[in-house]
């Protein structure tokens, strides 16, 4: 199973997310599940960075993607990387939704 949690600070802004596991819909290669969870999130990354500038603190292996949000930004950034974070979070809401069985998502403060 695909595991999600999103870490959010006090004014429910998302701080971090991590994605662990994998889904096992199918065979590797061939595991839309696991596809769609890395496109939505690999994407959202790249999208913060490229339409904000902001460089997430990023750590990747085999099984993991953990993604922290710098501190600090100022409000009309943080409102931007919100924004694509808060999108990306919807997609996955949308995975779980359909093969809730390998995928779940947890919100953490």
């Known amino acids: 199973m695909i595991e999600i949690t999103v870490t959010r600070n006090k004014s429910e ?3 971090s ?6 889904a096992f ?6 595991d839309i599940v696991c596809a769609g969870v890395s496109a939505v999130s ?3 990354i790249n999208a913060v960075h490229s339409l904000t500038g902001v460089t997430p603190e990023i750590e990747q292996e ?3 993607l953990r993604c922290i949000i710098p501190e600090h930004l100022p409000d009309h950034t943080q409102e931007k990387v919100q924004l694509l974070l ?13 093969y809730g069985q390998h995928i779940k998502i947890t919100f953490k403060k």
Do not use: D, P, Y
């Open 13 to 15: 802004m998302i701080q």
């Open 17 to 22: 997310f991590a994605i662990s596991g994998h």
């Open 25 to 30: 819909f199918a065979e590797r290669g061939n």
């Open 42 to 44: 690999v994407g959202a």
């Open 62 to 64: 085999s099984g993991l």
């Open 86 to 98: 808060e999108g990306m979070v919807v997609s996955l809401q949308t995975i779980e939704e359909q």
